[in-house]
């Protein structure tokens, strides 16, 4: 870039300073009383760690949103592969945040009670971005984590004498802008054919029952020699009948996920678990390289938002141990359920469990239909 010149001829060209607004970023960091000077080095690393977050946050919301405007029209094989760049930049993005951590674990306890208690109130809790992600994404209201205070995620969102906020305004916003990246890439998968067969053939039904029944019995006979192997092996006195439970469990738990109650879907449910089941089985077909490597791609981008929460609440036990955060939760236990309870993608996790090896898998109708075909 060039260095400011008042030449006519450059006077257009901008200076790295006024492309990057390097002054503005760097003024900041002053905290509560926009006062860098008064602060210590610790509090100025703290906020300035935060801010470095919000901007990858920002990031990561302008990349979800192309990521799902992708499917909210029908969206060809091919043109997946800008899909599954966008997942995988979230990925690595949420990789680098994960890494910041270690930034902000040089303060010590110590260091990082000197100025918390004028923190309180204010927390990460409070993170609009991360709830528009989370919205985004397709988090279930009803599976939120209560903060324990009686208080929920919109309330804490508000300033103290409760009236709007800016951050509220852009959550409010969000729930707004529906679908979510989940209801779109439920849409497609619904749309997947399974052997060849589409939702819109009369025979969709009973061609999806087939699959689904070869499927089962393939799996069991996969079961069944895991089981034997295991039993061979245990050792004397080890109780044989809990292992072969244990193992006609997972074929049971694999009957409940592809016959869905109807209050978890139930028709278009299972279609879009079969098609996944689909995907991931015959991810060698050249017209499924590009939803395998999605279906792989999201779970990578979910894999790190849990990655996230886990290495987050670790650093806090570090800080803090277990005593109340400063937005009012239990701390590091809330932190903890959120990272078991937030997923959202549900079933590329469970479809993992289900998988069985590429020469067991039923023998594949319709192959031709999985060519590449171009344009
Ligand atoms: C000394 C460092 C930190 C401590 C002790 C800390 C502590 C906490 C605690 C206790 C909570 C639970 C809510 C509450 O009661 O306050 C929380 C939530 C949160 N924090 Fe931190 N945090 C720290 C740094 C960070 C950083 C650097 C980020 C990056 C943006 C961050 C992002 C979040 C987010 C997004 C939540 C909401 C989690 C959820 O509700 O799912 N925190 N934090």
Request: proline share 3%; with cysteine.
């Amino acid at each position: 870039m060039n260095s400011g010149t008042s030449d006519p001829g450059k006077s257009k060209q901008p200076a790295y300073w006024t492309y990057i607004r390097v002054e503005d970023l760097l003024s900041l960091q002053g905290g509560l009383d926009a006062d860098e000077k008064s602060l210590t080095n610790d509090e100025v690393l703290f906020i300035t760690v935060h801010q470095v977050f919000e901007l990858w946050f920002k990031l990561m919301l302008r990349e979800m949103v192309v990521l799902r405007d992708l499917f909210r029209v029908q969206v060809d094989e091919q043109r997946l592969s800008g899909a599954v760049r966008g997942a995988r930049r979230i990925a690595t993005i949420l990789r680098r945040c994960v890494d910041h951590f270690e930034v902000i674990e040089t303060l010590t306890t110590r260091e990082y009670l000197e100025f918390r208690d004028k923190l309180t109130g204010a927390s990460g809790f409070q993170s609009a971005q991360m709830r528009q992600l989370e919205i985004l994404m397709g988090l279930e209201e009803s599976s939120r984590i209560s903060l324990g205070a009686g208080e929920n995620y919109m309330q804490a969102l508000r300033e103290a004498d409760g009236s709007d906020s800016p951050a509220l305004s852009r959550v409010l916003m969000q729930l707004d802008d529906r679908p979510s990246l989940r209801e779109v890439i439920d849409d497609w998968l619904f749309r997947t054919p399974i052997d060849g067969s589409s939702p819109d053939d009369s025979r969709d039904p009973e061609n999806v029952a087939s699959f689904v029944e070869e499927y089962l019995a393939a799996h069991a006979g996969e079961i069944d020699t895991a089981c034997r192997f295991a039993l061979e092996r245990t050792a004397k006195g080890f109780d044989k009948e809990a292992v072969t439970a244990r193992y006609e469990q997972e074929k049971q738990s694999l009957r409940a996920f592809l016959c869905p109650e109807e209050s978890e879907g139930g028709e278009r449910r299972r279609r879009i678990r079969v098609a996944t089941l689909f995907i991931i089985t015959y991810r060698e077909l050249p017209l499924l390289a590009w939803p395998r490597e999605l279906l792989d791609g999201l779970a990578e981008m979910e894999q790190f938002f849990l990655v996230f929460r886990q290495r987050h609440a670790r650093m806090v036990e570090r800080m803090i141990g277990k005593r109340t955060g400063t937005g009012g939760s239990s701390g590091v236990d809330y932190l903890d359920k959120t990272a078991l309870a937030y997923r959202v993608f549900q079933d590329l996790w469970a479809v993992r469990t289900f998988q069985i090896r590429k020469e067991a898998a039923p023998e594949l109708r319709n192959e031709s239909f999985y060519d590449f075909r171009y344009g």
